[in-house]
């Protein structure tokens, strides 16, 4: 049995994994910018740090595991005698397979039910400072030291409509926001449909709280000026209410949601800077359906569904068995090898452009036949809690071990280990309450 005072020390390092993935950008835009480049592997020694606590349980069992290590070894040394040469870039790509995917399988070994709802009240209070910071960025020059960039130097604004920019939060990049959305919108409904249970429980939310962070979360789809983030909230909004209406103890409260969704809707549009934000969001669907096409098609079908299988579909673009090298589609790649901040591949299909078809095709293998995985451990307690297949929409939103960014390869580990958490220790309280 491990140790009470090794548990603690592992549960704080995800705690403090939990904090640097959404205030990392913070750091690195305005409290420590000289140190910007050290933050973008801030979270690694705590990731590097609960694989090793995990290994010493057995981690190194898993055969999920084993096979990351194995694909990490591979693509590392296909890299180095086929792709870009550069050992830096490439354990800096590997790094993904070496400890951030184990890191699904060992976070759920140090937390229970009680931390990862703790966690979701947490982010119910982080989503209200953040709206607010995201207004503050919409409202205000791109000059102003809430829109500065990282290092301290540019903005972090991204082109939306007219004069008003994309804001990025705490994050480094826009992106993080599109990401974060996700895990808040998750938050908040498996506190709404859990609140009524777990009363007299420590994460028991306030209702006032719980209304007002919705109401935040609600206002910062306009506020994002982003299509994609439209899409993720229409989907998780969708799944939510699909899960209540189906399962009868939650139906109550489903109706109790829709009707104060209907009196806060008219509430909100009634202020003015909410109506801004707004106008320039549908202006923005304008614009984006003349250049990039239909909202339907091109955010919702084929960023989300269609992309999801663009590792398969490059077969044409790249190479058989070996590509560019792996970590060749990060900035960091971009940095060490030309200098400029850019990415030197596109944004779809990364791993069979870095690694070679056939690679790119084990690689996507591995990823679908995990999520499917996390997803079946959800279904097998579904009759007991809705907890785990809440969080499950957030696995085909954000794919475990996907992205090109820090905030895309944490959010992607982040809500894959919740969810499988969450999944985990549900299956273990209802076999020892049966006990």
């Avoid at 990731?47 to 070894?73: D, E, H, Q």
């Avoid at 039910?113 to 953040?130: A, F, N, P, Q, R």
């Avoid at 954000?398 to 280990?417: E, H, K, Y």
Wanted: glycine share 6%; aromatic share 18%; net charge positive.
């Amino acid at each position: 049995m491990i140790r009470y005072q090794e548990y603690k020390r592992c549960n704080i390092a995800i705690w403090l994994f939990f904090f640097l993935l959404i205030f990392e950008g913070a750091f690195r835009k305005w409290f420590l910018p000289s140190l910007s480049d050290i933050f973008l592997v801030i979270r690694d020694p705590l990731a590097i740090y609960l694989v090793w606590m995990a290994c010493k349980r057995g981690l190194w069992k898993n055969p999920f595991v084993r096979i990351s290590w194995g694909i990490a070894f591979i693509t590392l040394i296909t890299t180095l005698l086929f792709g870009h040469q550069n050992l830096l870039v490439a354990l800096y790509g590997v790094r993904i397979w070496v400890y951030y995917i184990p890191l699904i399988f060992a976070i759920p070994l140090f937390m229970n039910l009680e931390d990862v709802m703790s966690m979701c009240k947490c982010t119910l209070y982080i989503t209200m400072g953040m709206t607010l910071l995201m207004l503050l960025q919409y409202f205000t020059p791109q000059t102003s030291f809430f829109n500065v960039g990282v290092g301290g130097e540019g903005s972090s604004g991204f082109s939306g409509v007219g004069n008003y920019f994309r804001p990025s939060g705490t994050f480094s990049f826009t992106n993080g926001i599109a990401l974060y959305m996700v895990w808040a919108g998750c938050s908040f409904f498996a506190c709404f449909f859990s609140n009524r249970k777990w009363e007299k429980r420590k994460f028991w939310v306030s209702p006032y709280i719980l209304w007002v962070s919705f109401v935040c979360w609600v206002v910062a789809v306009p506020v994002s000026l982003s299509r994609a983030v439209v899409a993720e909230v229409v989907i998780i909004f969708l799944w939510a209410m699909g899960l209540a209406f189906l399962t009868k103890k939650y139906k109550k409260s489903l109706f109790y949601f829709m009707a104060i969704l209907l009196v806060l809707s008219p509430l909100l549009l009634a202020n003015q800077r909410i109506q801004i934000a707004v106008d320039n969001m549908q202006e923005r669907f304008v614009m984006a359906g003349k250049s990039e096409g239909n909202f339907v098609t091109e955010s919702i079908v084929e960023r989300k569904f269609v992309s999801m299988f663009s590792d398969l579909l490059n077969s044409n673009e790249v190479p058989f068995f070996y590509g560019e090298g792996i970590g060749m589609s990060t900035n960091v790649a971009a940095v060490m090898l030309t200098g400029k901040k850019q990415f030197l591949t596109k944004e779809g299909g990364s791993d069979s452009m870095e690694n070679g078809y056939l690679m790119g095709c084990v690689m996507f293998l591995y990823k679908w036949i995990l999520l499917f995985y996390i997803f079946y451990r959800c279904v097998k307690v579904r009759t007991c809690t809705l907890l785990p297949l809440l969080f499950a929409v957030s696995l085909f939103l954000i794919r475990p071990g996907t992205g090109q960014t820090p905030a895309d390869v944490g959010f992607s580990v982040w809500v894959a280990a919740m969810t499988l958490t969450l999944a985990v220790k549900s299956e273990y309280e209802i076999i020892h309450t049966r006990k």
